[in-house]
Nanobody, 126 residues
């Protein structure tokens, strides 16, 4: 079992930045690929970013590429999502998730993740 706790959400004006953190406890953090997803009101949960177990490979949705940066510190059992140049359409609840799946393309699929945090709200005003 892995417990994930997100923090760092809040309200910011367009063009601003936020850094989300995801603290993990339980099993060995480096055994898991980590992902960040987001869900806006009335919309499905969507993939934002993911990072491999070692941190050497990262993936991004087209909508956040060039603005968001995912990283991890396995010594601190924590994953991060640095969000820059925020836009109103980035407003959502952001979730971190942990996955043991090694299937190609699985990083984008919510169903491939085993554990989820409770989410943190990000609100971007224009």
């Amino acid at each position: 079992q892995v417990q994930l706790v997100e923090s760092g959400g809040g309200s910011v004006q367009a063009g601003g930045s936020l850094r989300l953190s995801c603290a993990a406890s339980g099993r060995t953090f480096s055994d898991y690929k980590m992902g960040w997803f987001r869900q806006a009101p009335g919309k499905e949960r969507e993939f934002a970013a993911a990072i491999s177990r070692s941190g050497g490979i990262t993936y991004y949705a087209d909508s956040v590429k060039g603005r968001f940066t995912i990283s991890r510190d396995n010594a601190k059992n924590t994953a991060y999502l640095q969000m820059n140049s925020l836009k109103p359409e980035d407003t959502a609840v952001y979730y971190c998730a942990a996955s043991t799946s090694k299937a190609a393309g699985s990083h984008r699929l919510p169903g491939q993740y085993d554990y989820w945090g409770q989410g943190t709200q990000v609100t971007v005003s224009s």
